[in-house]
């Protein structure tokens, strides 16, 4: 999917995160918040400027959420991402009332709405990962001009081809070219049992 996609997915169906930001002291502070709306490059949400969590977005505009959609663990798909917000002001309430009508029953008049403020975030990396599928489906997207970072395990030259990963692999993603591995990145769980269990120490994590 293109990034658009998952982001337009996070708002429309998944919508209620759980997002961490950082406080002064450094430690990670976790928050529900619900991602309003996406423009395709960009998420926003809203808070009020009395919150905890407006003065420490104000003060560092680093963000990460995870949102999940499911009934149970091998139904779900949760979608991770971490990246930077900063406020755009109140110029889009109007819109993000629109598009999440529920907000009117929380702050019911236009006065009421003057504590809140909306908050963009403009770039990040993120991670699609489905447990409904068989085997599991992993991908990485990023947005706003970041270059999302490689991760996970690899196979070297080292590899003589024994097939030792193969048989610790939870979703037998590994496949042979000639006599080397290769891992398939998107069934990948990044357990680490290939890298523990490769007697020639062929395989490394990214």
Not at 160 to 181: D, E, H, Y
Request: aromatic fraction near 10%; proline fraction near 4%; include cysteine.
């Amino acid at each position: 999917m293109e990034p658009k996609n998952y982001l337009n997915y996070i708002v429309e169906e998944i919508h209620s995160t759980v997002a961490a930001t950082v406080d002064e002291a450094g430690r990670p502070v976790t928050c529900a918040i619900d991602m309003m709306y996406s423009d395709g490059g960009s998420l926003y949400f809203l808070t009020a400027k009395g919150k905890h969590l407006y003065h420490r977005l104000k003060a560092r505009e680093d963000i990460a959420f995870t949102g999940i959609k499911g009934q149970d663990t091998l139904s779900c798909i949760a979608v991770s991402v971490q990246g930077k917000a900063k406020e755009v002001g109140s110029g889009m309430l109007p819109l993000l009332f629109e598009k999440n009508p529920y907000m009117a029953q929380i702050y019911p008049t236009l006065l009421s709405r003057n504590a809140l403020t909306v908050f963009k975030i403009y770039e990040g990396t993120g991670e699609w990962f489905d447990l409904s599928k068989r085997p599991i489906e992993r991908a990485a997207f990023s947005f706003g001009g970041i270059k999302e970072r490689d991760k996970g395990y690899y196979v070297t030259q080292r590899c003589i081809g024994c097939r030792k990963c193969l048989t610790v692999c939870p979703q037998m993603c590994i496949r042979f070219s000639g006599n080397r591995a290769v891992i398939s990145q998107e069934h990948c769980l990044h357990c680490g049992n290939c890298l523990e269990s490769c007697p020639e120490k062929a395989i490394k994590q990214r």
